[in-house]
């Protein structure tokens, strides 16, 4: 069958399972814009290129398949580095793909030309062209497969725009089996006698690839075995957060109980990730005990510091590996104090109250009624600084796959994850916190949410300021504030110049039924929240300070 090579691209996703495409339109890859035509792949038409990423990035994230974004050339490709940059901090799963520029035009610095190896080669898993139209589809089930296998991460590929409108009679490739590892019998035998003799072990689970059952079996074996789960910086949904055995997050905003838990402990065992600055105290705390690393990564990139095993396995097959070992056997002579130690410093921490600020809405008892009226399997999604942080703090999470931020610490990416979220899960709330500086720069994708018939809740917390940075100048630089000041809008307004549900709330007594309201609307809303300008999170020593001073005991 002759077709297109853009049509052979259209027809190789929706030959691996891709449901949806998150696009900004270019003249570049108009072929495989036709080929979408009549395909049964959703075309998400977005407003900015960065958001079309961060779209794909959450599908990633929720689905486990690698979300794909379309974007056009050079201004198309700069705006969407920030979702690839993020993909790759965060090790998710994700497919760019960037119309280029003619072959027989390159080099000559044609209009938005630009070098896709030179901008992508450093932060990319893979950087792709389709140079050859019979090899379209091949290339396409390359970067499926890339992006998926080892250490998930961002695969981009190029479509120059000659090529897609030559024709073919290539079959379109079957996607590629991705491998999965199984631990050696002699080394899960050292691992289990290193858990056993541990006295004081803690388990961190983090990164993507906690699907189905995979969080909860982890817990309830730790819960037998008397190891406390903690779980790193946004990767809280990995278990239920009401296991016994969990002990919270690690990183920005966490409780100082846990981060000097982690110059107490015999034994690390990471299950998902690594030892990295940001769960380490900035590359200070926990180098010390004896530690075990379960990573898809033989390289263990993001991992630094002592490795007395390594295993080369995503969550599930280590968690299986585990269960073979069993609960009695990991316990030894452990008993179960220091689990449960763990766990009531974080039922103390996570609960939330009243914090008493001179004027606005207090944000402790806000999100301790978005807690009580949000349903138990919403989806969370964040944006970056310290407005997150009480939703880290308060909106605990059951599900797995129920949350979305950016471990790198991209601005702008709670918006588009929420739309992307209530599209992948049109049945579940969906609730994105931002502060005001992180919800302007992609809040214009809520009217991609209004378009596609999606029903995000965005919080938007607002002090008229870059808050996070303004926490660094006072520490920094006392008194001497400056080029933080932000001029807002009323974003209850905004939202509802989109058609969607909107409320500005000045006081705390307008929380509960601004989120009713938002609740009952059953369509995109936004509840915009005005604070005190200098309200910061409570409770925490290192609410925004990579040093994360305090955490020594």
Not at 25 to 44: K, N
Request: aromatic share 6%.
């Amino acid at each position: 069958m002759s077709r297109s090579a853009g049509h052979l691209i259209v027809d190789t996703l929706a030959e691996h399972g891709v449901e949806r495409v998150y696009v900004v339109p270019g003249e570049s890859y108009l072929d495989v814009l036709d080929g979408l035509h009549d395909a049964a792949i959703r075309t998400v038409v977005c407003r900015q290129e960065g958001g079309a990423g961060f779209m794909a990035l959450a599908e990633g994230r929720l689905t486990g398949r690698p979300g794909v974004a379309m974007v056009t050339r050079g201004p198309g490709a700069a705006n969407a580095m920030i979702a690839v940059h993020t993909a790759w901090q965060d090790a998710t799963a994700m497919v760019l793909m960037v119309g280029l520029i003619p072959h027989r035009d390159r080099g000559q610095e044609s209009f938005q030309e630009f070098s896709l190896d030179g901008w992508f080669g450093t932060t990319a898993k893979g950087v792709l062209t389709v140079e050859v139209a019979d090899r379209a589809g091949e290339v396409i089930a390359q970067a499926m497969h890339l992006a998926a296998s080892g250490r998930p991460g961002p695969v981009v590929v190029g479509l120059p725009e000659d090529i897609l409108v030559q024709l073919t009679e290539a079959p379109t490739p079957a996607p590629r089996p991705v491998a999965r590892p199984s631990v050696d019998a002699d080394q899960l035998e050292r691992i289990g006698q290193l858990i056993a003799g541990a006295r004081r072990p803690l388990l961190i689970a983090g990164g993507d690839g906690w699907h189905g059952s995979t969080g909860a079996d982890l817990a309830t074996l730790a819960e037998a075995a008397g190891i406390p789960v903690a779980a790193d910086w946004r990767a809280y949904d990995a278990v239920p957060n009401s296991s016994p055995a969990y002990a919270g997050w690690l990183g920005y905003g966490r409780a100082d109980t846990l981060a000097s838990r982690l110059f107490e402990a015999d034994l690390l065992l990471f299950v998902g990730c690594g030892r990295s600055d940001v769960l380490s105290e900035g590359y200070t705390a926990g180098f010390e005990p004896t530690t075990v690393v379960a990573m898809p990564d033989p390289q263990a990139l993001m991992h630094h510091g002592r490795i007395d095993e390594l295993v080369v396995a995503g969550p599930a097959t280590a968690v299986d590996a585990l269960f073979r070992l069993g609960a009695d056997r990991l316990r030894g002579e452990r008993g179960e104090e220091w689990m449960r130690l763990l766990a009531a410093d974080q039922r103390r921490f996570s609960q939330p109250g009243p914090e008493h600020p001179p004027e606005g809405v207090d944000l402790g008892v806000a999100f301790g009624v978005l807690a009580e009226l949000l349903p138990a399997d919403r989806v969370c999604t964040y944006g970056a600084g310290n407005a997150t942080l009480w939703g880290h703090r308060h909106l605990v999470h059951e599900a797995p796959n129920s949350l979305v931020g950016p471990r790198n610490g991209a601005m702008g990416l709670a918006v588009p994850a929420a739309v992307a979220a209530s599209l992948v899960h049109p049945d579940r709330t969906v609730v994105a916190v931002c502060g005001d500086g992180d919800f302007l720069m992609n809040g214009q994708e809520l009217s991609v949410a209004i378009a596609e018939g999606a029903a995000p809740i965005v919080v938007v917390v607002d002090n008229g300021r870059y808050g996070t940075i303004v926490t660094h100048q006072q520490r920094e630089y006392p008194g001497r504030v400056s080029g933080t000041d932000l001029a807002n809008p009323d974003f209850g307004a905004f939202m509802r110049s989109f058609g969607g549900f909107g409320e500005r709330v000045e006081t705390t007594d307008g929380v509960r039924g601004a989120v009713e309201r938002a609740l009952a609307s059953r369509t995109a809303a936004l509840i915009h929240l005005v604070v005190d300008r200098e309200t910061v999170p409570a409770g925490t020593a290192n609410a925004v300070d990579a040093e994360f001073a305090g955490a020594r005991p």
